[in-house]
Every structure is written in C-alpha cells, then in structure tokens.
C-alpha cells in the first residue's frame, strides 16, 4: 500500500506543469450534468471535463470537510496524520504537497473558503492561546501565498497569486469554494424540484425534492465561479502547461451522506484536464482515493512522494500509459465531525466512529458506534430530515428506508453488493453465502488500519 517513487512526468530539459486544485464543497456524485444530472445545468464543467478525464469512482478519504482535506493534501489517511479532530491544526511533522513541491521549485498557494487545516475557523480564546504556547498553526510556513475570503473573490485572488509568482517558476494553486455546502441558498439557482431524479436512498417527500433543488441550485453558482477561474488561466495564456484537477472534497449533507460511508458520502465528482497529456472526453471507472491526489500531482511535478503516504498516483490512468496497475480497494474513515462537546443528547451527526473498505463491487462498514442516534449532518433541521422524521413516526417509510435511518443499534458489520444494490440498502453481513467475500474485506480493511496506527478496535482479533 505504501507509496513509491515514481518517474517525473516531464523531461529533465521541460518545465514541471503548473498544478491547480479546485475544491467544491460537499459535492456528491452524480450532482454535474457531465455525471448524469440533466436536471443541474454545469455548463462550464461539463465543457471542462470535455477537454479531460472524468473519474466516475473517485472517493474521498472521509467523509467530512477537515479528515477528507487533510488526505488530499497529505497523501495518508486522516486518521495516520493524526487529524481525527476539527479542534486541532495539522501537525508539523505531517508533509504535504506544498512543501514537497517547494523542494521542486514551485511557487506555492491557497485561496477562498477556509481550507480546515490550521485549525478552528473562530478559535475560541482559550483554545487560540494553546495554538500560540505551542506554535501549533503552521499554514503561513508551509506556502508561499495565503488567504481565506468568500468564494466570490477567488478569481480576483487567483490573479494577484500569479501576479506575485517569479517569473519562469512553476506554481501549485488551492481554490475552495463553499458551494454546495449548507446552508443552501433559496436564490443559487433554478433547479425544478420536480424534475430532480431521486435516487433510492431518499423517499419522495416534498421536503427532499425542495432541499435538493436549493443543493442543486448551489452546484449551479459554483459552476459559475469555476468558469471565473478558468478564464484567469486562459487569460494569463497557461491553458496548456496547467495540470488541473477540480473534485469535491466530500459528499453532501443529506441522509446516507456527509458524515456517513455509504458512496453519497464519499463518492464525488473529479475531473482531470491537461492539454496535450489527458486524451479530451476520456472517463474511468478506476477507483481513486483521495489519498491519491497528493501523489499524482507530485509525479507530475517530478516529485518523489514522502515515504510516509499510502496515496497511489494515478497519473499513468490520466496520461493513458499501459504501466497504470488499478486499485484493489478504497478505504474511508469517519470521525467526530465538529467541535461540540459531547453530551448525553449527542447524536452520530456529531460524533461517530466506523471505517470501510470499497472494491469495484463490494463494500464493507464496520460501525464501532452502532448505539449512536443517526442523524444527518448539518441538515438535521431541514425539511428533508423533518418529513423523514415525520414518515417514520406514521410508519409510513419504506421498510429499507425505515432500517437505514432508525435501526437502533445500528449493526456493527455492513455488507453491500454493489452491482445489485447501488443504494447500500440491503446488508448482507453475516449470511454464509458472504462469508468468504466479508473475510476477505475484513482482513484488508485490519492491514489498512494497522499501517495507519488506527486507535479503533481491530475487526479481526490479532
């Protein structure tokens, strides 16, 4: 599982590419038109992945803003780079992409909505007196150009970032925009309720079709803003030696997403565009984690990965060589989400502890909370959640979607065949025509966990 150095992707006598990473925010796959949703007009990311590769089986690492980020820029699980919590910054010791790509000679930068790895946005006192004694934020080192203001502003901030880079140097750019993250905007966008395919997860109430409009609405300004920026690229005339990658950083705060392992959790778009080196129109199904990123761009760059990181590059995949040897499986860890105090009332939305393992056609959950109250994050309070809510007290849910939500305790072991159950409904855990399948997933899921000094109880006796 362990990283390895890998060939630069460019001659000795060529220039490294640029490397731009946009981020949307809590953005679940298939929410783009270019992924199936004619429903959301995305025009200029739907043109995008037109000129590049779309990646249909991309996953993030966790399914939570601050553990998924720290995976993409890392090139490690969240849980190896010691990040299980929202309340503390990254540690020192843990390299990321920046630092590496510095050693190449890269200029280096990060703009938009908070990128969640220096800690609280809004430390209260005391928790910013810790980070002070202890020189714990360390993002103003780690880069070269640092800012954080509203998503509107990030093509403004993308020009002074290159206005600022040396002449002649390569750059490595980090956009975030906090589209679709909740709260969603009634006037986003335009998006008919009545038009959004459901998918099986969700019952049809009207509450969902109109939570999932204002969400859709939400995709639709940021792919307004993801035009802004790539007109700054095509302005500055840097279109061809710009590798860019736009992906979401995990899934969207909806019932059997953010917060949960199911793929709405961690299944997000990621498009990949390199002129001249991505074949245009080009789509995978190879599974990506995003431990992944972090070393696909370095290879890129010509960049041996840390020893540390478990990503695989996945370049070879983009650039169509034969060498590119797929992934078996993805792994995913959720973690306390948030910076609540734990309390008699605590429900999974705040704090939850599982971890999965995702093949091509099977994917496992193991549930060390399973007495956890599920409850969606950050949409709780929506109408959404409320008329779900409201269904299961009239006992009138659908009996599959009665047990994924109120099931109390949850089961500790999830089992899915995804070829035939997409939507993660029915678990086959336990049943002996599985157990050859679940063993198997079982001790590949107890290696990850080990090589990540996982503090969970290992599945497996040792």
């Not at 089992?415 to 590949?444: C, K, M």
Request: charged share 20%; glycine share 8%; proline share 9%.
């Amino acid at each position: 599982m362990a990283g390895m150095a890998a060939a630069p992707a460019f001659s000795q006598k060529s220039s490294p590419p640029n490397l731009l990473l946009i981020l949307s925010d809590d953005h679940s796959a298939p929410y783009l038109g270019c992924y199936g949703a004619s429903y959301i007009q995305s025009p200029h990311l739907d043109r995008f992945a037109a000129q590049g590769m779309r990646c249909d089986r991309a996953f993030t690492a966790a399914p939570q803003c601050v553990p998924s980020r720290t995976s993409l820029l890392t090139g490690r699980s969240p849980v190896a780079a010691r990040m299980g919590r929202f309340s503390s910054p990254l540690p020192a010791d843990v390299v990321t992409a920046p630092e590496l790509l510095r050693s190449r000679g890269y200029y280096t930068g990060v703009c938009g909505r908070y990128f969640h790895l220096n800690g609280v946005i809004k430390a209260q006192p005391h928790t910013q007196s810790v980070y002070d004694k202890y020189g714990l934020q360390t993002w103003d080192k780690r880069i070269d150009f640092l800012d954080v203001s509203p998503q509107q502003t990030t093509a403004a901030r993308f020009d002074q970032f290159l206005d600022k880079a040396p002449q002649g140097k390569p750059w490595f750019f980090w956009i975030n925009y906090s589209d679709p993250h909740h709260v969603w905007d009634r006037s986003a966008g335009t998006v008919d309720p009545a038009k959004i395919t459901l998918p099986a997860h969700l019952p049809d109430l009207p509450g969902v079709r109109s939570d999932l409009a204002r969400y859709c609405g939400e995709v639709e300004r940021m792919d307004g803003f993801f035009s802004q920026a790539m007109d700054v690229l095509h302005r500055r005339g840097l279109d061809d030696n710009t590798l860019v990658l736009f992906m979401g950083d995990n899934g969207m705060a909806f019932p059997h997403g953010k917060g949960s392992l199911y793929d709405p959790g961690m299944n997000v778009p990621l498009i990949a565009r390199w002129p001249g080196h991505i074949k245009p129109g080009a789509a995978t199904s190879a599974l990506i984690s995003g431990e992944d990123i972090t070393p696909t761009f370095l290879e890129a760059a010509g960049v041996a990965p840390a020893k540390e990181m478990t990503g695989r590059s996945f370049l070879s995949l983009l650039t169509g060589s034969p060498s590119y040897q797929p992934r078996q499986h993805i792994f995913g860890a959720r973690i306390p989400h948030g910076n609540s105090p734990f309390t008699p009332t605590t429900r999974a939305s705040t704090f939850d502890l599982s971890r999965c393992i995702r093949s091509d056609r099977w994917k496992l959950i193991y549930n060390c909370t399973p007495q956890m109250e599920y409850w969606p994050v950050d949409s709780g309070n929506d109408p959404s959640w409320q008329e779900m809510l409201a269904a299961h007290r009239a006992g009138t849910l659908k009996p599959e979607i009665e047990k994924t939500y109120f099931q109390r305790p949850r089961p500790v072991l999830e089992l899915y065949d995804l070829s035939i159950d997409p939507s993660e409904l029915n678990n086959l855990a336990g049943r002996p025509e599985t157990a050859d399948v679940q063993n198997q997933l079982l001790l590949a899921l107890q290696e990850k966990m080990i090589i990540d000094f996982d503090y969970l109880p290992p599945p497996f006796a040792n």
